[in-house]
């Protein structure tokens, strides 16, 4: 395990404010075959910590155990193992889910209702007083981009994926919750749908609310998240800022004619020098350098900066562990 968990968290001192999420050595374990004597470890000795008001990202291919975790996390499924808290209180608090909001990956609507009508069950589950939900619900649909009459109006069953996944995003909002859970918010939508729930997750985010989801689609984690965590087969692979896990000092290669060989060498390795000119990785200070060019009369052509992708970090993590890339 990576010294970026080991680090992560244990106990909570004293004087630390409360996390929002917060698992020890967390497991679980299924059983299948004929008998149920094949065991199945879907979640091994998980231990992170969530704080208040982050949005944390959690990735990794399918059948990676993200699902269960956010399962476990709500009192959907039994842990195995190990023990969590949500909010302070042990998971499975009823009166935690008061402030909690939580979208499934494949939620079940009844199909028959509006989108208005779906909202107004759904604030009543929470017992929210009726005239709270004739104020809140028109401020959701509008924040989901569903305000006008013929979507609020029509049926359910009527929706796109991209509307049936922002009336499910309003609906995990309908009790104004302290911690959203997402379980793959943007899977199966088109870039506008993406852009959309993107978008109204930084809304979220600027409200300073909690939100821990689950994605496959890096590229907008990367956007959007404080943190991410890469799980696998069960197993927390590494948890951090991006910029902690990509490394993110800034590299350039550079190109350019003319100059000193012997000094070009001291700024640029490995260099690459024919009569057309030479190029490659700058090895030190990008302005120093250029002064260095200007003194020794030497001409750069190009300077691009390198960095590493999220995408590329994630799928380096999974090959350095001989897990199967290519399904």
């Known amino acids: 395990m990576d010294v970026l968990v080991e680090d992560a968290i244990a106990e909570n001192p004293p004087n630390e404010p409360m996390a929002a999420v917060q698992t020890w050595e967390l497991s679980k374990v299924y059983r299948s075959g004929f008998w149920l004597s094949q065991k199945i470890a879907s979640l091994q000795s998980l231990t992170l910590r969530v704080e208040q008001g982050e949005t944390f990202g959690l990735l990794g291919p399918n059948g990676a155990g993200k699902t269960t975790l956010l399962k476990i996390l709500l009192g959907i499924v039994r842990r195995t193992g190990g023990r969590a808290t949500v909010l302070g209180k042990p998971i499975g608090d009823r009166t935690v889910k008061q402030q909690i909001g939580y979208l499934p990956e494949n939620p079940y609507f009844y199909d028959y209702l509006t989108g208005w009508e779906f909202l107004r069950f759904t604030g009543d589950l929470f017992s929210i007083p009726l005239d709270e939900q004739k104020q809140r619900i028109p401020e959701l649909l509008d924040m989901v981009g569903l305000a006008q009459s013929t979507a609020r109006k029509k049926e359910l069953r009527q929706y796109s994926k991209g509307m049936l996944q922002r009336i499910g995003l309003a609906q995990a ?33 600027a ?92 001409q750069l052509i190009t300077m691009t900066l390198l960095q590493n992708t999220l995408e590329s970090y994630f799928l380096d993590q999974l090959q350095q562990r001989g897990i199967d890339t290519s399904r």
């Not at 749908?193 to 930084?202: F, M, Q, S, T």
């Not at 640029?268 to 057309?276: G, R």
Request: aromatic share 8%.
């Open 173 to 205: 909002l309908i009790n104004d919750p302290d911690l959203i859970f997402l379980d793959e918010p943007m899977s199966g939508l088109d870039p506008t749908g993406r852009y959309r729930i993107r978008e109204i997750i930084l809304a979220l985010k």
């Open 207 to 298: 409200q300073q609310k909690t939100i821990f989801f689950n994605s496959h689609i890096l590229a907008d984690v990367e956007q959007i998240c404080d943190r991410v965590a890469i799980l696998a087969q069960g197993e927390l692979l590494c948890i951090g800022t991006i910029d902690e896990l990509l490394g993110r000092s800034p590299h350039y290669t550079v190109s350019g004619i003319g100059g000193n060989l012997d000094i070009l060498k001291r700024w640029v390795n490995p260099l690459e020098y024919n009569e057309t000119g030479w190029q490659g990785q700058l090895q030190g200070n990008p302005q120093e350098f250029l002064a260095t060019l200007k003194l020794m009369d030497a």
